[in-house]
């Protein structure tokens, strides 16, 4: 017990890419100014069109404080009621829907999660059920959009609780062995205990959090917006049309290749705690589907010429994301031996130790999308965001908040899978990195 909680202490001090007195002030700053941030983003979105200007203003004739506590709604008991039927369908369907079983990759301490791959079709009952409960007249999406800020309110409070329990979780019961604390409250709280924290044998946390909750919310919101701009003004003009058809092709091909999600870092190596969890619980819903919050009230007409161009763009953006993904997939999957644009793929084969001391062997693809950067695919993510939020055109700048922050998280995320990997796979990283030398975009970076 001793031995393995020293080496998870070892672990988690590697996992510090930065230097320890950043990494603290980094967290705290996250840890305090997240949640206020998802309530001002909204704010602004709904209430001041989208100018940070606007709420600068306000803030400024009623005091920071003051005004900021005005602005912030209290958590209603509509908006427990939504959160609660949201999280217990999703909950069911993930236990209940039938799935293919697939293994996810094996743990530092040599585990093998277990998961059932019924994403696609909790994702394909979710979206029917939803538009069924508005088509028949039983259940208003409007009503969602009109509570949002009580909802964000009920979501941040209600997750904080949640990452609480995740955290004494950790230390009364974890589920496995890939468990154990940093011996610092605040990075256990932040960065999370457990890697496959599980209710009963079945109950897979993280899917639910990262996939069912958060996924899924984007999926349904972005729908919620559609439906409320429908409703409020008779149509939905071309530019939300673009938003919504982009976001919803994007989550589709995210629960499409869910289990492939299952080997990332989201889920292999990052740990539930509040980094991830809350991430996922509160910053998915609130600041991934922004554009298309600030739609609702901005209806621009793009014209057909510039919507399918965009349209055309940012399917192609998607397209290619989700290929590097399958290519570096396929490729693990088959050991080596899928084809890759054609041809066998170039590769390394790289061995590293477990925690436990035994040694493994992994295969590094150093062709196709893999050849031409180490993270080529976060380019076409970063740019499929820019194509659903370009249909706001650029009378504000907080429409492109996401696109911003996908871009310092993905870069910081290439430089912590780097170092991460560095340590894992030592000399062999090394000859990867002479071969393949820049990070994420070829030639510059
Ligand atoms: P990746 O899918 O890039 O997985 C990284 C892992 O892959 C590494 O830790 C390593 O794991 C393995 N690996 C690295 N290089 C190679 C190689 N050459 N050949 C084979 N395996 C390799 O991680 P991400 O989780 O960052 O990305 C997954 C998807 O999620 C992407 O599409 C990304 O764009 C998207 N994403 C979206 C975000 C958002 O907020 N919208 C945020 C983050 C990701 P191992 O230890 O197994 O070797």
């Given at each position: 017990m001793v031995t393995a909680k020293a080496e998870s202490m070892k672990k988690k001090k590697e996992e510090m890419v930065h230097s320890p007195i950043l990494t603290y002030l980094s967290v705290i700053t996250l840890l305090s100014t997240c949640p206020p941030f998802v309530i001002l983003l909204w704010y602004t979105m709904v209430?001041?069109?989208?100018?940070i200007l606007n709420t600068f203003n306000y803030l400024k004739e009623h005091g920071v404080v003051e005004g900021f506590v005005n602005i912030w709604p209290r958590p209603t008991a509509v908006a427990w009621k939504i959160i609660a039927c949201y999280a217990l369908f999703e909950a069911a369907l993930q236990l209940w829907l039938p799935g293919k079983t697939v293994e996810g990759p094996i743990s530092p301490t040599g585990n093998k999660p277990v998961y059932k791959a019924n994403g696609v079709l909790a994702y394909v009952v979710t979206l029917v059920t939803y538009i069924s409960l508005w088509w028949f007249g039983i259940f208003n999406p409007s009503v969602v959009y009109d509570h949002l800020g009580e909802i964000y309110s009920a979501l941040i409070f209600g997750s904080l609780v949640f990452c609480v329990f995740l955290y004494i979780k950790g230390h009364?019961?974890?589920?496995?062995?890939d468990s154990g604390s940093s011996g610092n409250i605040i990075f256990d709280f932040y960065w999370g205990m457990e890697l496959y924290p599980r209710?009963?044998?079945?109950?897979?946390i993280k899917v639910f959090t990262n996939c069912r909750f958060g996924m899924m919310s984007w999926a349904v919101l972005a729908v919620t917006y559609c439906i409320k701009q429908y409703e409020t003004n008779g149509k939905v003009a071309d530019s939300m049309l673009v938003n919504t058809v982009l976001m919803l092709v994007y989550v589709t091909k995210f629960f499409w290749w869910e289990a492939g999600y299952w080997n990332t870092m989201d889920i292999?190596?990052?740990?539930?705690?509040?980094?991830i969890c809350w991430g996922c619980l509160v910053w998915v819903p609130s600041i991934y589907t922004s554009p298309g919050m600030y739609l609702v009230n901005h209806p621009v007409n793009l014209g057909p010429q510039l919507a399918v161009s965009i349209l055309i763009a940012g399917i192609l953006c998607i397209y290619i994301n989700y290929d590097c993904d399958r290519q570096r997939q396929e490729f693990r999957r088959t050991n080596g031996k899928s084809l890759v644009w054609g041809k066998a793929p170039s590769k390394i084969v790289a061995s590293y130790t477990t925690t436990k001391g035994e040694t493994k062997t992994s295969l590094l693809l150093t062709s196709g999308w893999w050849g031409l950067s180490r993270?080529?695919?976060y380019v076409p993510e970063i740019m499929a965001a820019f194509f659903w939020t370009v249909p706001a055109l650029f009378d504000n700048f907080l429409p492109y908040f996401y696109v911003v922050f996908l871009t310092i998280l993905l870069f910081d995320r290439a430089k912590r899978d780097d170092d991460r990997c560095r340590s894992k796979y030592g000399k062999y990283w090394k000859t990867y990195c002479a071969k393949v030398p820049y990070r994420i975009i070829p030639g510059i970076y």
């Open positions: 209430h001041q069109d989208g100018s009364v019961a974890p589920s496995s062995t209710i009963g044998k079945n109950f897979d292999a190596h990052d740990r539930a705690g509040f980094y993270h080529f695919h």
